[in-house]
């Protein structure tokens, strides 16, 4: 009953910035935890940051922080990702994730619904 969808992938230069969109359809956020991860070639998936939408409190993975801005549009049901001074280490392909009764917010096994994820590479 919940669809996500990414957008706002793409290629940049390091130092550049994109804004990352999950757009979430069948029901609203209005009750759930929404996060992003994303995952490498080759490497594992990994927590971004998260955003516990009733109560709009955020975390963020130690490697974004002061970088990444995660927030949210109550109107248009929309959860976003800014993305500051990317890194070509930060390229991947990023996820957006959503499910109510989360406990561990950083475990993507935690998620019940998931977009199909949003290519951002950084170039150097």
């Known amino acids: 009953q919940v669809q996500l969808v990414e957008s706002g992938g793409g290629l940049v230069q390091a130092g550049g910035s994109l804004r990352l969109s999950c757009a979430a359809s069948?029901?609203?956020?209005?009750?759930?935890?929404v996060g992003w991860f994303r995952q490498a070639p080759g490497k594992e998936r990994e927590f971004v940051a998260v955003?516990?939408?009733?109560?709009?409190?955020?975390h963020y993975a130690d490697f974004v922080k002061g970088r990444f801005t995660i927030s949210r549009d109550n109107a248009k049901n929309t959860v976003y990702l800014q993305m500051n001074s990317l890194r070509p280490e930060d390229t991947a392909v990023y996820y957006c994730?959503?499910?109510?009764?989360?406990?561990?917010?950083?475990?993507?096994?935690?998620?019940?619904?998931w977009g199909p994820g949003a290519q951002v590479t950084v170039s150097s």
């Open positions: 994730a959503a499910s109510v009764h989360i406990g561990d917010y950083s475990d993507y096994d935690r998620y019940d619904y």
């Open positions: 069948g029901r609203t956020f209005s009750s759930y935890t």
């Open positions: 955003i516990k939408w009733f109560v709009g409190t955020t």
